[in-house]
């Protein structure tokens, strides 16, 4: 077993050899069709899983540690733009196919004029030309207003926490980029692509701020022995981005991904940004299947004793954070320059010929790159795929079982006389009846524990959820009422930008504390709540479904025990207990994704503009015009007082808004996803025990009539059973194989 493709193509071809045996069925006389139509279906659902079964690797990290060089490394290929923008507003995702192809999603008009409106709340446009709560990038005169009121700000309304202002670097973007694109984006969702030749030009879009804010994804393929077909790469932004929504973004991707692989420069080796995002997707709890890189830059390092000297600092500052963290020391660029290195620039040549001169650093690269390649394929193949393909060769081995038994019942019924055949149709409808007494039980049971489980979860997110005692929004509210801000620093802004200015500097401010507050807590405990429910959903039922799974056994030992007399029994063996798939798989087949944190987000959509909000102050408006006919000072007093007064209406309307915006999306994950996810959970709990009635569910009754009445052609029918009977054990010789490779597979890799 060399691959995850091997194994899917030898799977593949056993679910087409049975699909083919099933048509074969369907042709005998009498056949009743509920067996055949219900190993029809066990044949779709795991060609659909295997067609859909994705292992998610995120690599993240700072901004220029260089994850995307890694990335290139990986796939042993310049096929990322190197050193893209900070402002990328987008997650690369990168998968195995049959030829270089770039997709591009572009947001739709409504999208953009959203994200800018969203942008613009408070925005110091008075008079500037245009509406901020309808602004239409489309309409020229608005592009023009906002150019001129974005040209006409002040350094402190450019500037955030020392960092260019998320806001305003957004505008300026989106109007910068607007003729090149103007073309492409449509009402809906636009896509385009670049194969083969053309590839490269998707690197205008990535690697160019004011481009890369239309987009919405981007999706490579590219043809490469380095990765499975199952496997996709995503290369994220920084994690020290100062756009909380890119950090929601990040969070977004880390939900669905099975690996992490953290990058580390060792020009600046663990930063505090570093180290505030890895306590955050701690308390995600999906830290511990992470692999960290040390990107080792060997122009910068004098000797072996200065690395290992930051490699232990660096094992040391992990394990505050994560205990016994799997460091690799490697030259991402090093490694990259080596696959083409006939190739290579002349100045890139240069580097890595003084590079291969560092022979001790270059063999803690290499040595560490196989060390890496290694447990990266155990990790995404054993701990994901070995179990993913269990899963399914499980439900294929009990389906062939019954499927042999189901012939051979045939065969028999077709060699005795009339009487031996009844007395076999008798003892089988018995059998039935009890079976289906437990299938209504089974059915019976985990309907009253998906109403019993979705009451508790119903309680429970209610709870978590809740304005005066739940964890989360008390803490943000909380955050929302201290938020003050400087006497002094009010002054100041008022005397250099006016009013209106400084109500939108402090709005602006403000916004990014309740944001950061949002992407660095709330949506980790939101992330935190969801794997738990997760979790405890699957536990809750498949604790119901479990004594169900005995009651099955012992059936179908007195059914065994009852064939045994006509000489055609079962092996129990065959047909023992199939695991439930993973919670994975049960997601994609049932179509359900979390809503993502960057949801969140947008509580701001319902401070529309300046315009609304000010309806709020208008009685801190009234007051400014009596300032005409006061002094100076008193008019700088009054001032303060009127901005304060804004805030606190401000902070009210955002903490209404606030509330209105998480009471939705409470719902929405409740009802759209949780409640969902029970019912898929128990219809694949129902399925998987069902799966095991199957060797001795069938109804032979049709048949027996066609026997008695002799209206079938005998030698023909055994001929053909014969076959099949052939035909399935093939099958089943087939299942084993694959089952014994697939754990020399395993064994191998440990």
């Known amino acids: 077993m060399e691959n995850y493709q091997q194994a899917k193509n030898e799977l593949l071809t056993i679910c087409r050899s049975l699909s083919d045996w099933i048509e074969q069925a369907r042709l005998l006389p009498g056949v009743s069709m509920e067996a055949l139509g219900q190993w029809r279906r066990t044949c779709q659902e795991v060609e659909r899983q295997l067609s859909s079964e994705i292992i998610r690797v995120a690599v993240v990290g700072a901004i220029k540690s260089g994850k995307s060089t890694f990335v290139n490394s990986l796939l042993m290929g310049d096929y990322l733009m190197r050193g893209a923008g900070v402002i990328t507003s987008i997650v690369t995702r990168i998968r195995t196919g049959p030829r270089l192809n770039a997709t591009l999603y572009f947001k739709s008009w409504d999208e953009i004029n959203e994200e800018i409106v969203n942008a613009l709340v408070l925005f110091p446009a008075a008079g500037g030309g245009f509406n901020n709560d309808r602004f239409d990038i489309r309409n020229s005169q608005q592009r023009m207003a906002l150019q001129k009121t974005l040209s006409a700000l002040t350094t402190d309304e450019w500037i955030t926490n020392d960092t260019r202002n998320i806001n305003s670097v957004l505008l300026t973007c989106y109007l910068k980029g607007y003729e090149t694109v103007k073309e492409i984006i449509g009402s809906n969702t636009k896509t385009l692509r670049y194969s083969n030749e053309t590839f490269s030009e998707h690197r205008k879009f990535v690697g160019n701020d004011s481009l890369a804010v239309y987009l919405k994804d981007i999706e490579l393929e590219i043809p490469t022995g380095a990765l499975d077909f199952n496997i996709e790469i995503a290369d994220c932004q920084g994690s020290d981005s100062s756009n909380p929504l890119h950090i929601t973004m990040i969070q977004d991707y880390l939900l669905r991904a099975h690996l992490l692989v953290y990058v580390i420069s060792s020009r600046t080796g663990l930063r505090q940004g570093d180290i505030k995002f890895l306590a955050m997707i701690k308390k995600m709890r999906i830290l511990d299947n992470t692999l960290f890189i040390l990107n080792c830059d060997l122009s910068e390092h004098e000797s072996l004793e200065e690395l290992n000297r930051l490699i232990a600092q660096l094992r040391e500052e992990l394990s505050s954070i994560r205990p016994n963290p799997e460091i690799y020391t490697i030259s991402a660029l090093y490694n990259l320059f080596k696959t083409h290195n006939d190739n290579l620039p002349v100045k890139d040549q240069r580097r890595f010929e003084q590079w291969e001169k560092e022979t001790e650093l270059v063999e803690v690269s290499d040595r560490n790159t196989v060390w890496f390649e290694t447990e990266f394929r155990k990790k995404v193949t054993q701990d994901r795929t070995a179990l993913f393909f269990i899963n399914n060769i499980e439900r294929l081995g009990v389906?062939?079982?019954?499927?042999?038994?189901?012939?051979?019942?045939?065969?028999?019924?077709?060699?005795?006389?009339?009487?031996?055949?009844?007395?076999?149709?008798?003892?089988?409808?018995?059998?039935?009846?009890?079976?289906?007494?437990?299938?209504?039980?089974?059915?019976?049971?985990?309907?009253?524990?998906?109403?019993?489980?979705?009451?508790?979860?119903?309680?429970?997110?209610?709870?978590?959820?809740?304005?005066?005692?739940?964890?989360?929004?008390?803490?943000?509210?909380?955050?929302?009422?201290?938020?003050?801000?400087?006497?002094?620093?009010?002054?100041?802004?008022?005397?250099?930008s006016g009013f209106s200015n400084t109500l939108y500097l402090v709005f602006r401010d403000f916004k990014q504390v309740v944001d950061t507050h949002i992407s660095e807590t709330i949506a980790p405990r939101i992330a935190r709540f969801t794997l738990g429910v997760e979790n405890r959903i699957r536990e809750y039922l498949e604790s119901i479904g479990a004594p169900f799974a005995g009651m099955a056994r012992e059936a179908l030992l007195e059914y065994n025990s009852n064939m045994v007399k006509f000489g055609i029994s079962i092996d129990p063996e065959n047909t023992g207990q199939i695991e439930l798939p993973s919670l994975d798989a049960i997601k994609t087949m049932a179509g359900l994704s979390v809503p993502p944190?960057?949801?969140?987000?947008?509580?701001?959509?319902?401070?529309?503009?300046?315009?609304?909000?000010?309806?709020?102050?208008?009685?801190?408006?009234?007051?400014?015009?009596?300032?005409?006919?006061?002094?100076?000072?008193?008019?700088?007093?009054?001032?303060?007082?009127?901005?304060?007064?804004?805030?606190?209406?401000?902070?009210?309307?955002?903490?209404?808004?606030?509330?209105?915006?998480?009471?939705?999306?409470?719902?929405?994950?409740?009802?759209?996803?949780?409640?969902?996810?029970?019912?898929?959970?128990?219809?694949?709990?129902?399925?998987?025990?069902n799966d095991q009635f199957q060797a001795s569910d069938t109804d032979l009754s049709k048949m027996v009539e066609l026997v008695n009445t002799q209206q079938i052609d005998r030698r023909q029918v055994l001929k053909t059973l014969n076959s099949m009977i052939n035909t399935a054990r093939k099958i089943e010789k087939d299942i084993q194989d694959l089952q014994h490779q697939l754990n020399l597979w395993r064994t191998k890799r440990n």
């Open 597 to 689: 944190p960057g949801a969140v987000m947008n509580y701001s959509i319902r401070i529309r503009t300046e315009a609304t909000l000010r309806l709020g102050f208008y009685s801190a408006t009234k007051i400014l015009k009596r300032l005409l006919k006061k002094p100076v000072q008193n008019q700088m007093e009054e001032a303060v007082l009127a901005l304060r007064y804004g805030i606190e209406r401000m902070k009210k309307q955002t903490q209404t808004s606030i509330v209105s915006h998480f009471k939705n999306y409470r719902e929405n994950l409740k009802f759209q996803y949780f409640f969902r996810l029970v019912d898929a959970v128990s219809d694949a709990l129902y399925k998987v025990l």
């Open 399 to 496: 389906m062939i079982s019954a499927m042999t038994h189901w012939t051979r019942l045939q065969e028999e019924i077709f060699t005795r006389d009339s009487n031996s055949a009844a007395e076999i149709l008798h003892k089988i409808q018995q059998h039935r009846i009890r079976m289906d007494s437990i299938r209504t039980m089974i059915r019976s049971t985990l309907d009253g524990a998906t109403q019993k489980i979705k009451a508790e979860l119903k309680a429970d997110i209610n709870q978590f959820f809740d304005i005066r005692y739940g964890e989360i929004m008390v803490d943000l509210i909380e955050v929302i009422r201290n938020f003050k801000g400087s006497t002094a620093e009010h002054k100041e802004r008022i005397e250099t």
